[in-house]
């Protein structure tokens, strides 16, 4: 899987029409892959058998063995390269038996070349990633893109001083594990890395835990009990939801913080102690002091160096890693024996959806994708609903198409999306975010058929085209109603 659309790639064009190899070359070229190109059966089987492939787009007929005979020859061989079988002599029969022999999609000349385009670049995007290693930033938090290098690189800066660091960011965006990279960065990385949580204790109970408290200082106390600052001593002391803490503790915290020492509840006597903060918090501390909850004085202490992490949605482009972390996760803790994988259709839809859970929810989504998929692919339908139906993140109608398109009202959403382009086939698959060959075989699954093709045929307006014409060097006409298999 790749981190972005537009990774490049090695791509294998395997036609025995020259022109086809031609134009397809020079496309694949200006998306910035790298060619190579086969004129028959077995020089396709022998280019892929060489290695460094990560694409192989398949002619159907050819001389040697053809497309099919390739695809089940490679496949019994263990050769994983993504296969878009091309042809011009499709029928969704044949599409079909292309998809069992193992051919990862199929397309039907003449192709558009944003289509060609469009269908590549998912299908490099399932290719799987270097193993995570080397790609985690500190602590394991996983991400590339430039928000998060800011991080990586702020924890790097930052862990080495004894600073105090505050954590911000949405729930579920790795607050925790950049607190935890502080500390193992930190030269306290031998001593204790202490979190708690403030908003879960009452505040008199929080106060106990962080300070100590001497026997007798309240009921239940029949002990001495040093608190977590002690305990934290010589490490790091992770305060977590600090924007909870009421006014009487910040206080205390303040003085703990400005004098270096704490008193237990109860004692009269101050004990020193080293401890680095880490504070987190998902509220908008700025806005808690502006409007007088929490002490300006108390959030500069915390607030030496900031360290902010995005949003998921705010950082779309490091969805497939994330999505490829957590399918490593889910197949190794299920003791998979193959990779999981997960199909474009529901790498869309996860990338379309507007993730208010962050990184946790995507997690989450996935584990559990992971448990109802039965194969080694995760599916649209193995999604939650909310991410399946989530109409969210979409200002156009698409992702709403999409997301409906997975669940159970597909036949409605085909249906609503062939209506709202008026039955042009390409904007059609697009909005439902569904290929080609896909969208045909759910219409004839579903009984979708005429009545829309036949009212809006008539009227399709031709589409810019690749060096002004189509990729057809075969000469095979388009088809004649827009929505027609070639069947
Ligand atoms: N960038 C990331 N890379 C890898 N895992 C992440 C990342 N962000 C979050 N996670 C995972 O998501 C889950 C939640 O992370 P974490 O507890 O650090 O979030 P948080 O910001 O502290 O959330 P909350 O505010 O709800 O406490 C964990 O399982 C963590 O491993
Ligand atoms: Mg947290």
């Not at 892929?48 to 390739?70: E, H, K, N, T, Y």
């Not at 031998?190 to 008199?204: I, K, M, Q, S, Y």
């Not at 085209?465 to 057809?472: E, N, T, V």
Request: aromatic fraction near 4%; glycine fraction near 10%.
């Amino acid at each position: 899987m790749a981190v972005a659309l537009g990774r490049t790639a090695r791509i294998l064009v395997a036609d025995d029409d020259r022109a086809f190899r031609v134009s397809t070359t020079a496309l694949l070229r200006q998306d910035g892959h790298e060619v190579l190109s086969a004129a028959d059966g077995s020089e396709t089987i022998d280019t892929i058998r060489r290695g460094a492939c990560d694409l192989l787009l398949l002619d159907l007929r050819m001389p040697g063995p053809d497309g099919f005979s390739v695809v089940e020859l490679l496949r019994r061989e263990g050769q994983r390269v993504p296969i878009l079988m091309i042809s011009g002599f499709g029928t969704v029969d044949r599409t079909v038996q292309a998809l069992h022999l193992g051919v990862d999609d199929f397309l039907m000349k003449p192709v558009e070349p944003d289509v060609l385009s469009a269908r590549v670049a998912e299908l490099l995007e399932r290719r799987p990633l270097p193993r995570a290693n080397g790609l985690e930033g500190p602590g394991g938090l996983v991400g590339r893109c430039a928000a998060m290098e800011a991080v990586f690189e702020a924890i790097r800066r930052v862990a080495p001083t004894d600073a105090n660091v505050l954590v911000t960011g949405e729930t579920g965006t790795g607050k925790e594990l950049a607190a935890r990279a502080v500390h193992e960065l930190s030269p306290r990385n031998r001593g204790p890395f202490v979190a708690v949580n403030c908003a879960a204790l009452a505040e008199g109970l929080l106060e106990s835990e962080l300070f100590g408290h001497v026997r007798g200082a309240f009921t239940g106390a029949v002990h001495d009990k040093p608190g977590l600052f002690e305990a934290a001593g010589g490490g790091t002391l992770f305060l977590d939801e600090i924007g909870e803490v009421g006014s009487a503790l910040q206080q205390r915290l303040l003085r703990a913080i400005q004098e270096r020492e704490v008193r237990r509840v109860g004692s009269v006597r101050s004990t020193r102690v080293d401890v680095r903060l880490v504070a987190a918090t998902s509220r908008d501390l700025r806005k808690e002091v502006s409007e007088g909850r929490f002490r300006d004085d108390l959030f500069y202490r915390l607030n030496v160096f900031p360290v902010s992490l995005p949003a998921l949605r705010e950082r779309q482009g490091d969805i497939p890693l994330l999505i490829q972390t957590a399918l490593d996760r889910a197949a190794f803790q299920a003791r998979r024996a193959r990779p999981l994988t997960c199909s474009p259709l529901a790498v869309r839809l996860l990338r379309g959806y507007g993730w208010p859970g962050n990184v946790r929810q995507l997690f989450a989504v996935l584990e559990s994708a992971a448990i109802h998929a039965d194969g080694d692919r995760i599916e649209a339908q193995h999604l939650s609903a909310e991410v399946r139906g989530d109409a969210a993140g979409g200002q156009t109608d698409g992702p709403r198409y999409r997301a409906e398109a997975a669940g159970e009202g597909e036949r409605a959403a085909i249906v609503a999306a062939l209506e709202s382009t008026g039955g042009l086939r390409e904007k059609t698959f697009q909005i439902l975010g569904m290929s080609r060959t896909t969208l045909w075989r759910k219409m004839r699954a579903y009984e979708i058929d005429a009545p829309i093709a036949a009212k809006t045929a008539a009227k399709k307006t031709e589409t810019p085209r690749f060096s002004g014409s189509r990729m057809d060097a075969r000469g095979v006409p388009p088809l004649p109603g827009d929505l027609q298999p070639s069947a």
